[in-house]
């Protein structure tokens, strides 16, 4: 990878540990973090929250809105290490669209490995009886260039080193 790379996506069903690379990949890199999941509307959250899955159309204005703020960010100068799904080839698409420099980090593993660490955490308001719809929805980044798989059974800390080491 160049070191002209902007944007880094952390991808993944909820539960993959997004949140977290992407955070430690923001303090590391160093770059500005940001969570897709803060750029829901209310309805959305309210949506997913009654257990419900959000439609590509739901999706939409969601992913316009992370994509202004990539490009706004980037213009500023600023580095972006953004926690998103990304479970949908077309979004990824709208991302690369954006002219933005950047590299998709794919976190993946085992249905029930992820199942076990969203019953473990409190507070998020994705309910594991939606990890199904997830990879249901999840269309595998096969043959994108610009995409680099992680396996998420492995410490937090050896995985921000595997991410690093993609963006050198």
Known sequence: MSH???VV???GVSGSGKTTLARALAAAWPATFLDA???HSEEARAHMASGQALTDAMRQPWVD???GELQRRVAAGERVSLAFSGLRRRHREMLRQAGLPLRFLFLHGERELIAE???ARSGHYMPVSLLDSQFTALEPPRGEAD???LDIDVAPA???EQALLLLE
Do not use: E, G, T
């Open 4 to 6: 002209d790379v902007r």
């Open 9 to 11: 996506v952390v991808m």
């Open 37 to 39: 999941d803060d750029f």
């Open 65 to 67: 809105r992370i994509v």
């Open 117 to 119: 660490r969203m019953r």
């Open 147 to 149: 995409v680099f798989a």
């Open 158 to 160: 050896r995985m921000l």
